[in-house]
Nanobody, 122 residues
């Protein structure tokens, strides 16, 4: 099965930007839908954004207008561009693949990366 590795996390100041990458060990052009999740301590893991192979996307209300999900199939990589970061964006961000897309909603698959830490703080 495909292996996913997240990168790009780190410590950023509020209002800053960060781009997360999810690199797949194998081609992703055949993966219909992928998504980014995040989990802060004490919180449920939540869907941040998802994208289909055809470019359909959805976003959590909390990140709409600030985050952009994209995928580059030739590079076998999915991205999450995060702008105007807020302290509440602090979490471990996980890449997920293989889920289903139904009624403009992504339902998680069984392929996860190990996560990358994003900390937004002064």
């Amino acid at each position: 099965q495909v292996q996913l590795v997240e990168s790009g996390g780190g410590l950023v100041q509020p209002g800053g930007s960060l781009r997360l990458s999810c690199a797949a060990s194998r081609r992703i052009f055949s993966i219909y839908a992928m998504g980014w999740y995040r989990q802060a301590p004490g919180n449920q893991r939540e869907l941040v954004a998802a994208i289909t192979n055809g470019g359909n996307t959805n976003y959590a209300d909390s990140v709409k207008g600030r985050f952009t999900i994209s995928r580059d199939n030739p590079k076998n990589t999915m991205y999450l561009q995060m702008n105007s970061l807020k302290p509440e964006d602090t979490a471990v961000y996980y890449c997920n693949a293989g889920g289903q897309w139904y009624s403009a909603t992504y339902y998680q698959g069984d392929i996860w990366g190990q996560g990358t830490q994003v900390t937004v703080s002064s």
